[in-house]
């Protein structure tokens, strides 16, 4: 039932679609509203993912565009830091050309972060089918996109659900991650569109407080999980469990259950994070899990293990992009496992 049949090796592991955002922050807890200078860093939901998962040792790739400036060129420059793939980012020449921009707050308890978007109108909203070659959709074992990206404006949503069907009908796993944001669309849009994709997804992150939201489901977690693969073809499903006790300090977990074997896979969530930037922390998590799924088919005990560390010490770096290699993760995991004391210094 539903089994994750893993394609053959191709060109990449994984190519994502996604929008390419410069992220502006001020230094520390300082507040938008009064704060002088702002750092600069580069980010978007999928790179976060392909940057996990290059970062941990497979081949990946981004599909996006971007303005043909100097900000595409630092958003290019930092792609290529991370060891992902730009073969497939086209450029916009227009003299309209923009790149999606965003400012973050730091919260503090009981300051809440804040964030103001400024990405309508951007040249990634203008990607097609058009601006691809065939040969695309053969070229990965998997694709992943996320609901922002179906949610930015109706050409977005359109080349990604076509771009959802020829990756699949190239024999690629199809990944997608709801990642609701209420700022883009509302629930019953966001359910209405989604119910439209699942049909080709192989496997799905959701988190409970989202299904719920967004797709009205009722009962427990873990039934909540196992109703998406009796509705749709799906494979596996994901689902974060976050606790905020406050900004800066979070606890972190998940439940992933395979369809195949009927069984949920879960382990002790790590408790007090000490969190320096939760943004895209989630998106770590899913770089972990489809890592090891695709490193480790059908191993989904292990993709826990990594998409639980990658998520959790995703909170405790700076900037949208994870900074960890396999090796640092793996001694993370290690140290989860581990009871009794600890050396506090990896040397």
């Not at 040792?57 to 420059?77: R, V, W």
């Amino acid at each position: 039932m539903n089994a994750l049949k893993m394609p053959e090796p191709r060109e990449f592991d994984l190519l994502a679609l996604g929008e390419l955002l410069l992220r502006l922050s001020p230094p520390d807890n300082e507040r938008l509203v009064r704060s002088e200078t702002f750092q600069k860093t580069a980010g978007g939901a999928e790179l976060n993912v392909v940057s996990g998962v290059s970062l941990l040792g497979l081949h990946t790739g981004i599909i996006s565009k971007l303005p043909a400036n100097d900000l595409g060129t630092y958003i290019k420059n930092r792609i290529r830091f991370l060891g992902v793939s730009d073969d497939y980012l086209v450029y916009d020449e227009k003299k309209t050309a923009r790149l999606g921009t965003y400012y973050y707050e730091n919260g503090a308890h009981p300051r809440k972060p804040r964030i103001v978007y400024d990405r309508m109108f951007t040249s990634f909203q203008q990607i097609s089918m058009d601006d691809y070659d065939e040969s695309l959709f053969s070229s990965a074992r998997c694709f992943h996109t996320s609901g922002i990206t179906l949610a930015l404006c109706e050409k977005t949503r359109e080349t990604a659900i076509a771009m959802i069907k020829k990756f699949k009908e190239h024999g690629a796993l199809i990944s997608f991650d709801v990642n609701f944001r209420g700022n883009l669309w509302t629930g019953d849009e966001a359910r209405e569109c989604i119910q439209k994709i699942l049909p080709y997804v192989d496997i799905f992150f959701c988190s409970e407080d989202t299904a719920r939201l967004t797709f009205l489901k009722e009962g427990t977690a873990h039934e909540i999980m196992k109703s998406f693969t009796e509705e749709y073809p799906i494979s596996v499903v994901a689902s974060t469990q976050r606790i905020v006790h406050s900004p800066k300090i979070h606890t972190f977990g998940s439940v992933i259950y395979s369809a195949a074997d009927d069984t949920f896979y879960e382990e002790e969530p790590y408790r007090d994070i000490e969190v320096v930037d939760r943004i895209g922390s989630g998106d770590a998590y899913v770089s972990g899990v489809l890592y090891s799924l695709l490193a480790n088919p059908n191993d989904f005990q292990t993709a826990l293990s990594y998409g639980n560390a990658t998520g959790s010490v995703k909170n405790t770096i700076p900037g949208d992009l994870p900074s960890c290699n396999r090796r640092e993760i793996d001694t993370i995991i290690k140290a989860h496992r581990t009871i009794g004391r600890q050396s506090e210094m990896d040397r």
